[in-house]
């Protein structure tokens, strides 16, 4: 009983001590101009952080951007459940062979609910296979470009000098020809394969993507913690890739879902002009292709156009909105 007693007393006198101790504190925190509490700024600066990131989500939270959101959501599940919305497969509407007993660009029916388009496909059908092709059109060039222009660009700006100047010259020979006029050369040199147009569109992507990393770069080399990593030791590759590449990559995190977009845009315009593998996907620019000229079956050239538009207008709606939330120039 005596060393219950003890322990308990022993736990008052501390629960008293700890009051006048705190009470001392908020007297100095409140009496005393510029003094400052460890623990009180320790806290602080965890609520700053808590409240910081509730702005931005709301910030991101904009009509536009879930409007947006709401688009790409609805081109994803397309996409995903296109086998269970459809009865038709991929090879039912890819193969560049007529429909047995079907009609070329026949109007909307129960068995056609958006009519039907060259070689008699079901246009419902290809819209919905179609989201794939899209999905991944506007994924993996921009990757490419994103990876390949973090790199080159991070070691451009870092190294400068001679090493900045070769880089940037070779950027601004490919600035020179305009992308279209080199895609509408290479893709019929190449193959029209899907994987041969977009390993174009990505390498084509890189310089814009270098000068954006580069200009990223050079601002955030000059910081103390840069040279703090080189008075530590650090290898080069340490400095570029765990110093500098993670404090300068939000403007290429900001203009990725933008750019994908504009990667939609140019796929369904060069298959628009027959260069696409229109023997193994279904893409929404060949189903205009395919549309030209019939003007007694407006759905088949109108209904894809609206397609690509949701893509298009939806990634670049996220991509503002990512912008307005993370660029701290918007909100001082």
């Known amino acids: 009983m005596s060393q219950i007693y003890l322990t308990e007393s022993k736990k008052a006198e501390l629960s008293s001590k700890f009051k006048k101790k705190n009470i001392v504190r908020w007297l100095k925190f409140y009496l005393i101009p510029g003094w400052r509490d460890p623990e009180f700024t320790a806290t602080e600066h965890e609520i700053g952080k808590i409240k910081s990131k509730r702005r931005k989500f709301r910030r991101l939270l904009t009509p536009l951007t879930i409007l947006g959101f709401i688009m790409i959501l609805f081109i994803v599940f397309c996409a995903v459940y296109a086998p269970l919305i459809t009865p038709y497969t991929l090879i039912d509407v890819t193969h560049p062979t007529i ?3 079907g009609q070329k660009f026949a109007p909307p029916s129960s068995d056609h609910p958006l009519g039907t388009t060259e070689y008699a496909y079901d246009l419902l059908g ?3 296979w179609g989201s794939r092709t899209v999905l991944t059109m ?3 060039p921009v990757f490419i470009a994103v990876s390949g222009g973090l790199i080159i660009g991070t070691i451009s700006a870092y190294f400068g000098r001679t090493v900045d100047a070769i880089i940037m010259r070779l950027c601004d020979l490919i600035f020179v020809f305009p992308n279209l006029l080199l895609i509408l050369l290479l893709i019929p040199t190449l193959g029209y394969k899907l994987e041969w ?3 174009i569109f990505g390498l084509l ?3 814009q993507y270098v000068r954006l990393m580069r200009s990223s770069v050079l601002q955030t080399k000059q910081n103390m913690y840069v040279d703090a990593a080189h008075a530590g030791g650090a290898d080069n590759f ?3 890739f765990k110093h500098i590449v993670p404090n300068a990559i939000s403007p290429i995190l900001i203009a990725f879902f933008g750019l994908m977009g504009t990667a939609i845009l140019g796929f369904s315009a060069i298959a628009f002009l027959g260069m696409s593998d229109e023997t193994r996907i279904a893409d929404w620019g060949t189903d205009i292709y395919y549309a030209r000229g019939q003007f007694d ?4 050239a109108i209904m ?4 690509i538009a949701i893509a298009v207008i939806g990634f670049m709606l996220i991509g503002d909105g990512l912008r307005d939330a993370l660029d701290p120039r918007l909100y001082k």
């Open 238 to 240: 340490k400095v570029m």
């Open 138 to 140: 506007g994924f993996m």
């Open 197 to 199: 147009i977009m390993l």
């Open 297 to 300: 079956a407006p759905w088949a």
């Open 304 to 307: 894809p156009g609206i397609f």
């Open 205 to 207: 992507g890189i310089p």
């Open 126 to 128: 290809r819209l919905l």
């Open 99 to 101: 429909v047995p007993g």
